[in-house]
Nanobody
Framework: QVQLVESGGGLVQAGGSLRLSCAAS????????MGWFRQAPGKEREFVAG????????RYSDSVKGRFTISRDNTRNTVALQMNSLKPEDAAVYYC?????????????????WGQGTQVTVSS
């Protein structure tokens, strides 16, 4: 069993930055795919960023590419999402997730464990 706890969400003005962190316990996450997803009210959960492999391949959705950066700290068993140049449309509950395998995927169904989510609000 893996437990994930996100932190770092909050209220920020458009153009500002936030850094989300996801602490994992119960399993080392450095050999599994890790992902960040978000869900806004009335919308489906969507892929934001993913990281996998020992060399830490990364992938981003087109909407956040160039603004968000996903990273992993193997010694602390944590995954972070640095979010810069935030826009009002980035507002959502953000979730981190552990993949079922190390296979890269943008599909929520390919992730086995999820955190409780952290709210990000961006004011215009």
């Amino acid at each position: 069993q893996v437990q994930l706890v996100e932190s770092g969400g909050g209220l920020v003005q458009a153009g500002g930055s936030l850094r989300l962190s996801c602490a994992a316990s119960g399993r080392s996450v450095n050999t599994y795919a890790m992902g960040w997803f978000r869900q806004a009210p009335g919308k489906e959960r969507e892929f934001v960023a993913g990281l996998w492999g020992l060399v830490m391949f990364t992938r981003y959705s087109d909407s956040v590419k160039g603004r968000f950066t996903i990273s992993r700290d193997n010694t602390r068993n944590t995954v972070a999402l640095q979010m810069n140049s935030l826009k009002p449309e980035d507002a959502a509950v953000y979730y981190c997730a552990v993949g079922r395998t190390n296979r890269a995927s943008t599909m929520p169904s390919d992730y086995e464990y999820w955190g409780q989510g952290t709210q990000v609000t961006v004011s215009s």
